[in-house]
């Protein structure tokens, strides 16, 4: 299926459903006890971990993920407003959760804690080129965790009205 081809309710379905496939990659299977630093020796284990927690956020394809799963790698999903958000979106498009997947382009160190992540979203098995902002990740609570603020961005791309108010403006608003 083409993007273009795509109705205007089932593209919006799908990006706000992205984040949370229905698809078990634990927390803990992401990263050990202490994440690895995204630089010197550590930066490739670093970026394999940056990787794999984009994927369990992101990709449907295996529907043992759990919400949980994914809220536990999203960074500040422990804020009740933004937890609440998330929750809501991923349980409003069962539906198109499984047909949402990524292909990640490229991650970028810019700090041993931080990283830029260059990704694809592909929808009902079709590449969608430039459709997905750049992402970014951090080092919380010992895990590498895709950004509230990415979170925020792709839900966005169906419904903007969320990053004007509530959780996700505010999680717009605190990243650096």
């Known amino acids: ?8 309710s089932t593209i919006s379905s799908v990006l706000l459903s992205a984040l949370f496939m ?8 992401v990263a050990d ?6 630089a010197g020796r550590t930066r490739k284990a670093a970026i394999k971990s940056i990787e794999a927690a984009y994927d369990v ?18 960074e500040g999903a422990d804020d009740a407003g933004l937890r609440a958000t998330l929750e809501e979106v991923a349980t409003a498009h069962p539906d198109d ?10 991650v970028v160190c810019t700090g041993k804690r931080t990283a830029e992540v260059h990704f694809e979203l592909v929808l009902d098995g079709e590449l969608n080129r430039g ?12 895990l590498w965790k895709v950004t509230g603020a990415t979170a925020c961005q792709l839900v966005a791309l ?8 509530g959780p996700c403006a505010r999680a717009l608003a605190s990243r650096p």
Not at 1 to 8: D, K, Q, R, T, V
Not at 33 to 38: G, M
Not at 97 to 106: F, I, N
């Open 131 to 142: 459709l997905a902002p750049p992402g970014s990740a951090v080092v919380d609570d010992g």
């Open 97 to 106: 959760l499984a047909t949402t997947t990524l292909k990640v382009q490229d």
């Open 57 to 74: 956020v992101i990709n449907g394809a295996n529907p043992e993920r759990t919400l949980e799963d994914k809220l536990a790698l999203i």
């Open 22 to 29: 229905l698809s078990g990659v634990s927390a803990a299977a």
């Open 33 to 38: 006890k202490k994440a690895p630093a995204c």
């Open 1 to 8: 299926m083409h993007f273009s081809a795509i109705s205007g």
């Open 158 to 165: 169906a419904d903007p009205t969320l990053l004007e108010h």
